[in-house]
């Protein structure tokens, strides 16, 4: 349930919860006419001057609704946007309501509502600020360029496909390493046997993994097997293993569209990470408060120094 229903009315908060449930009970029906399709094409959004409502004159616009729609506490995620819209429109108008009871009661006339009033727009100026100063810098051109020269660094990396089963024992390994080598089907055998929860419902799959993802004496058998081949029992701190190798191929390079999020974020927080380093090199620091000293070197005793 999202946080922000707790402000809000009984009639909105129990729209919030009844949406959910209820996209999900709905039954697939068949893909509306064309002309119906665009008959339900959602309308563009008001202005943001566009008032939704007023609260004791107070109008309460549709800019005031993005603000709040983009506060991570107030997502909705499966309400379709007309409900949200309902929703945000109930949310601001408590809000609302709330604030102007608290300015009667001279709430913000206090020292801590003043200080707490100063932080949050410092925190809400220069989050604005590093995001506009970060568009300068984490440009698509700069996401390609960081791919393609990280691209290049890259070195072939071998993968492997593989299953085991996990015993207590060596002599348990072994006939069942005996099961499989004759014929047993390995992935049912897996089912049955194996002490590893993780891959025991999935036959003992592990998926594909690079070397170094393994405990070594692991990596160092599956990685010298051919595929079809089922190892002798090994052992590693979890206990036996029998593993049969099915696939092993280069690891493919990741295409840029598969990796432009995380270039952007890096690019984005690097940008972000610079600005903030100049402007504290350019501005005068002084601190008043007690910087902690360093705890003092711990030295030998005398020669003659008796132990107590």
Same mark, same amino acid.
């Given at each position: 349930m999202p946080t922000f229903t707790r402000f809000l009315r009984p009639s909105a908060l129990? +729209?919030?919860?009844?949406?959910?449930?209820?996209?999900?009970?709905?039954?697939? #029906? =068949?893909?509306? #006419?064309?002309?119906?399709? =665009?008959?339900?094409?959602?309308?563009?959004?008001?202005?943001?001057?566009?008032?939704?409502?007023?609260?004791?004159? =107070?109008? $309460?616009?549709?800019?005031? +609704?993005?603000?709040?729609?983009?506060?991570p506490a107030l997502s909705l995620p499966g309400v379709d946007e007309? #409900?949200?819209?309902?929703? +945000?429109?109930?949310?601001? $108008?408590?809000?609302?309501?709330?604030?102007?009871?608290?300015?009667?009661?001279?709430?913000?006339?206090?020292?801590?509502?003043?200080?707490?009033?100063?932080?949050?727009?410092?925190?809400?100026?220069?989050?604005?600020? +590093?995001?506009? &100063?970060?568009?300068?810098?984490?440009?698509?051109?700069?996401?390609?360029?960081?791919?393609?020269?990280?691209?290049?660094?890259?070195?072939?990396?071998?993968?492997?496909?593989?299953?085991?089963?996990?015993v207590d024992n060596e002599a348990e390994a072994k006939k069942i390493a005996a099961r499989v080598k004759g014929g047993e089907d390995f992935a049912k055998a897996a089912g049955e046997l194996s002490k590893d929860p993780g891959s025991k419902t999935e036959g003992g799959d592990l998926g594909w993994f690079t070397k170094e993802r393994m405990v070594a004496p692991f990596a160092e058998a599956a990685f010298k097997m051919s595929p079809g081949q089922v190892s002798d029992?090994?052992?590693?701190?979890?206990?036996?293993?029998?593993?049969?190798?099915? &696939?092993?191929?280069?690891k493919p390079i990741p295409s840029f569209d598969e990796m432009k999020e995380q270039v952007d974020q890096y690019l984005t927080r690097k940008a972000q990470q610079d600005v903030i380093l100049k402007l504290r090199e350019a501005a005068k620091v002084e601190r008043t408060d007690?910087?902690?000293?360093?705890?003092?070197? $711990?030295?030998?005793?005398?020669?003659?120094?008796?132990?107590p």
């Open positions: 129990a +729209l919030s919860l009844v949406l959910p449930a209820a996209a999900l009970a709905q039954e697939p #029906s =068949a893909a509306p #006419s064309a002309p119906a399709a =665009a008959a339900a094409t959602p309308a563009a959004k008001p202005a943001p001057d566009t008032v939704v409502a007023r609260v004791n004159g =107070a109008p $309460i616009t549709q800019g005031d +609704l993005t603000i709040a729609g983009e506060d007309a #409900s949200k819209q309902g929703l +945000l429109v109930d949310y601001m $108008i408590d809000l609302r309501v709330g604030a102007q009871a608290a300015d009667a009661a001279k709430v913000g006339e206090t020292p801590e509502f003043k200080r707490k009033l100063a932080y949050f727009r410092d925190k809400l100026l220069l989050d604005d600020y +590093l995001e506009q &100063e970060a568009k300068k810098t984490a440009t698509p051109d700069a996401a390609k360029a960081l791919y393609d020269q990280t691209v290049k660094s890259m070195k072939p990396e071998e993968e492997v496909h593989a299953r085991h089963i996990l029992p090994v052992k590693t701190q979890f206990g036996w293993h029998v593993i049969k190798v099915e &696939e092993k191929r280069t007690a910087v902690p000293t360093a705890p003092a070197p $711990i030295t030998a005793p005398p020669a003659d120094a008796k132990k």
